[in-house]
C-alpha cells in the first residue's frame, strides 16, 4: 500500500508535472496537497501541452483519481476555469475531488498580496499575486474561509465578516484602498457551490481507505524545497510546507504510509521571482541556458533566472524529504557546453562550507565553488538508456548523483513523456 512524495528539489520549476504525469498510469490517486494556483505544471503528451495551476497532474492520466488536499488553498474561478479549459480538449475531470478542509483563496487575499508587494517596494518577495501568501495567513490566524463553510450560508457570512473586520481597517486606512463589500464576497462564492459539492470528500478518510485497500498514491508537491516555509530561503518563498512533512499535514496521509520520496531536480537551477540564487548567472551562459530550457514562468510568464546546478542545495532537499530517488530533468539543456561548472561547496566570508550556511546572512554571502565538468555536443534528446548517453554526460550525472546525496533513478532528455532515461523504476 505504497504512499509515493514527489518533491522540488530546488526552487521551483524541476519539472515536478511531467514526472507525475509519468507515474500517472501506474497509480490510483495523485493528490496535491500544498499550494495553490501560484504553481505551474507543464505536461507535454504528443503534440499536446498542458498547462495545469490548481489541479493535480494526475488529472490527465484516465483511471486516476486526482485529489485537491487539505492544504491546498484553492481559487473557486480558477478551478472551474481549468476544468472548463481541459474539458473543452476532451479530458475527463469528473473523478476529481477536493477536500472539504481546503481553504479558499478570496478576492481580498488577491487584492492583499498585491498591494502588500507594492508596499514593500525593494523589500518585495516577487510573488505570483494569486493570493497565497494571505489566504494561508487567515488559516494561521483563523480567519480562513473553507470549501465545507460555502455549504452554510449563515456560517460562511460570519467568517467573511469575520475575515473583513481587520482587513478593511487595513485596506483603507493603511493602503488607501475601498473596503470589500461582505455582500460582494458571499455571494461570489456561493455562485460555486451547487458545481462544487458533488466534489467535496473526507478525503483524508477516502486516501486512509485507499491505502488500506492497497491502492498507490502518489502525493504531488507544488513549489520546492527552497521555497518551504519552513526549509527555505525564508522570508523569499512561498507561504506553505513544500516538502515531504506537508505532503502528511496537507493530505492526511501518516508518515509510516510514505514508502518512498522523488526529488526532481534539474540540471542546473533556476529561480522565479527574489531571494538569494548563489550560482546565478548574468552572463552569457545564463541567457543560453534560458534559451535553451525555455525558461519563462508557466504561471506568470516571466524570465526564470539561471545558474549552475548546486550540489549542497541537492543535498539539503535529500535530508529534508528523505529523498529516496532523485528524477534529473533537462540534462538536454546542457548540451553544447565546453565545460559545465557544479558547486560543490560555498566560500562564505572566506571560510569553505560544504553544507548550506545556518543563517540568512550566511546564504546571501555565499559564493559558489566551482568543479568544472567536461560537456558535450552531441544532441541527447532522442537517447533512451544510460549508454546512449554520450560519455561526458554519463561521467556529469554520474557526479551529481555522488554530491546529492540519493541516486539518480530517472533521467530527462526532453519535455515529452518519451523523453525519458529509466535507471531504477520509481514504484
Ligand atoms: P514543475 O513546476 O516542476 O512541474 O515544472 P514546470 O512545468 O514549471 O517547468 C518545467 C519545464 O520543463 C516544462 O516546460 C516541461 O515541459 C519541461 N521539461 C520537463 N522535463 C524536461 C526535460 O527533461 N527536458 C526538457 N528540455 N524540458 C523538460
Ligand atoms: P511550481 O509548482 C517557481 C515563487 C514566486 C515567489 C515566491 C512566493 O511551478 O514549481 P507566492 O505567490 O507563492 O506567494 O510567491 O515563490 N513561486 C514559485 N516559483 N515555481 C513555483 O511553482 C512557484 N510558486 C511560487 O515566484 O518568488
Ligand atoms: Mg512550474
Request: aromatic share 8%; net charge negative; proline share 4%.
Amino acid at each position: 500500500m505504497p504512499a509515493v512524495v514527489i518533491v522540488g528539489a530546488q526552487w521551483g520549476d524541476e519539472g515536478k508535472g511531467k514526472a507525475t504525469d509519468l507515474l500517472g498510469s501506474r497509480v490510483d490517486y495523485v493528490v496535491k496537497f500544498n499550494g495553490g494556483n501560484n504553481a505551474g505544471h507543464t505536461v507535454v503528451i504528443g503534440d499536446q501541452k498542458y498547462a495545469l495551476h490548481l489541479l493535480p497532474s494526475g488529472i490527465l492520466s484516465p483511471g486516476c483519481v486526482p485529489v485537491i488536499g487539505n492544504g491546498v488553498v484553492v481559487d473557486l474561478s480558477v478551478l472551474f476555469e481549468e476544468i472548463d479549459g481541459l474539458e473543452e480538449r476532451g479530458i475527463d475531470t469528473s473523478r476529481l475531488v477536493i477536500s472539504a478542509n481546503a481553504h479558499v483563496i478570496a478576492d481580498y487575499n488577491r487584492t492583499m498580496d498585491k498591494v502588500a508587494e507594492r508596499f514593500l517596494g525593494s523589500r518585495k518577495i516577487g510573488t505570483t499575486g494569486r493570493g497565497i501568501g494571505p489566504t494561508y495567513a487567515d488559516k494561521m490566524n483563523r480567519l480562513g474561509i473553507r470549501i465545507q463553510d460555502l455549504f452554510d450560508e449563515n456560517i460562511l457570512r460570519q467568517k467573511v465578516e469575520g475575515a473583513l473586520e481587520l482587513k478593511n481597517q487595513i485596506l483603507t486606512k493603511i493602503y488607501n484602498r475601498r473596503a470589500v463589500e461582505i455582500d460582494e464576497i458571499v455571494d461570489e462564492l456561493l455562485s460555486y457551490v451547487d458545481r462544487l459539492r458533488p466534489m467535496v470528500a473526507d478525503t483524508p478518510l477516502l486516501l486512509h481507505e485507499a491505502l488500506a485497500a492497497g491502492k498507490t498514491v502518489l502525493l504531488e508537491a507544488g513549489q520546492a524545497t527552497l521555497l518551504d516555509v519552513d526549509h527555505g530561503t525564508y522570508p523569499f518563498v512561498t507561504s506553505s510546507s513544500a516538502t515531504t512533512g506537508g505532503a502528511c499535514t496537507g493530505s492526511g496521509i501518516a508518515p509510516t504510509e510514505i514508502t518512498r520520496v522523488i526529488g526532481i531536480v534539474k540540471a542546473y537551477a533556476t529561480r522565479v521571482g527574489e531571494g538569494p540564487f548563489p550560482t546565478e548567472l548574468f552572463d552569457d551562459d545564463g541567457e543560453q541556458l534560458r534559451k535553451n530550457g525555455a525558461e519563462f514562468g508557466t504561471t506568470t510568464g516571466r524570465p526564470r533566472r539561471c545558474g549552475w546546478y548546486d550540489a549542497p542545495i541537492a543535498r539539503y532537499a535529500a535530508r529534508i524529504n528523505g529523498v529516496t530517488d532523485f528524477v534529473l530533468t533537462k540534462l538536454d539543456v546542457l548540451t553544447g557546453w565546453d565545460q559545465i561548472p557544479v558547486c560543490v561547496a560555498y566560500d562564505v566570508d572566506g571560510e569553505r562550507l560544504e553544507e548550506m550556511p545556518m543563517t540568512q546572512t550566511g546564504f546571501h554571502h555565499a559564493k559558489p565553488i566551482y568543479e568544472f565538468f567536461d560537456g558535450w555536443h552531441e544532441d541527447i534528446s532522442a537517447c533512451r538508456t544510460f549508454d546512449d548517453l554520450p560519455r561526458a554526460a554519463q561521467d556529469y550525472v554520474s557526479a551529481l548523483e555522488k554530491m546529492s546525496g540519493a541516486r539518480i533513478s530517472t533521467i530527462g532528455v526532453g519535455p515529452d513523456r518519451e523523453q525519458t532515461i529509466v535507471l531504477h523504476d520509481l514504484l
